[in-house]
């Protein structure tokens, strides 16, 4: 079956625009998260959302940084007034429930996003 | 502290080695344990998870060992294929529903002729 898509693939964008990345979760998936990679460097955490509970937006870095996900399914995350250091790769994954069980995460395959 | 550390590699290794990545992680709530692979600029994939018991695949072998809240990584006879970044990643539960990953920095393994 189809596993998680994301887009754009790669995004070049000027200092101070705002952008938006777009994910499509595994169908049937309710939990879905974000992280970014920064080159070199490990998963850092962003924001997760799982089924109808309020979002865990612990790991979002600054005000700039949103999502949503509606209807349980497709979530966009926007950054508003991008800066150079939010250039990274920015994965969405998904799993079939938000527990603390041996169900498997999938990750899409990033949205490349470099800020100019 | 972080809620997993790894070691920080790399490694390098001929082809046919024994290689062994070890983590610990910091909470007692954690649930569920999983070692990712993640080659280079692609995402992460799912290597094996890792259960009380120990539980092998092929060539890879995974350790717990919660008293010690450590977990290994062993990768008998390496192959070239076998060159990439090794996440180590913990489930910790949060609530009922509300479990949430936790990823090590991970450790990059070169296997080489």
């Known amino acids: 079956g189809a596993g998680v898509s994301q887009s754009p693939s790669n995004k070049v964008t000027e200092k101070g625009k705002d952008v938006e990345l777009r994910c499509d979760p595994i169908?049937?998936?309710?939990?879905l998260y974000w992280y970014r990679q920064s080159l070199g460097q490990g998963l850092e955490f962003l924001i997760y959302?799982?089924?109808?509970?309020?979002?865990?937006k612990s790991g979002l870095p600054s005000d700039r940084f949103s999502a949503e996900r509606t209807g349980g399914s497709v979530s966009t995350l926007t950054i508003q007034r991008t800066q150079q250091e939010d250039s990274a790769v920015y994965l969405c994954?998904?799993?079939?429930?938000?527990?603390?069980?041996?169900?498997?995460?999938?990750f899409g395959p990033g949205t490349r996003l470099t800020v100019l | 502290r972080k809620e997993v550390e790894q070691d920080p590699g790399p490694f390098n290794v001929p082809e046919g080695a024994t290689v062994a990545f070890n983590c610990t992680y910091s909470n007692s709530a954690s649930q569920s344990f999983f070692w990712y692979r993640q080659d280079c600029r692609k995402e992460p994939k799912l290597l094996m998870s890792?259960?009380?018991s120990g539980n092998e695949d092929g060539r890879f072998t995974a350790q717990l060992n919660r008293a010690s809240q450590y977990i290994s990584l062993l990768i008998r006879d390496s192959k070239l294929s076998d060159s990439a970044t090794y996440l180590c990643?913990?489930?910790?539960?949060?609530?009922?529903?509300?479990?949430?990953?936790?990823f090590g920095r991970g450790t990059q393994l070169t296997v080489w002729p």
């Open positions: 169908s049937g998936h309710t939990a």
């Open positions: 994954a998904s799993k079939t429930s938000g527990g603390a069980d041996y169900n498997e995460q999938f």
């Open positions: 890792v259960y009380s």
């Open positions: 959302f799982q089924g109808n509970s309020a979002p865990d």
């Open positions: 990643v913990v489930n910790i539960d949060r609530g009922s529903t509300l479990g949430r990953l936790y």
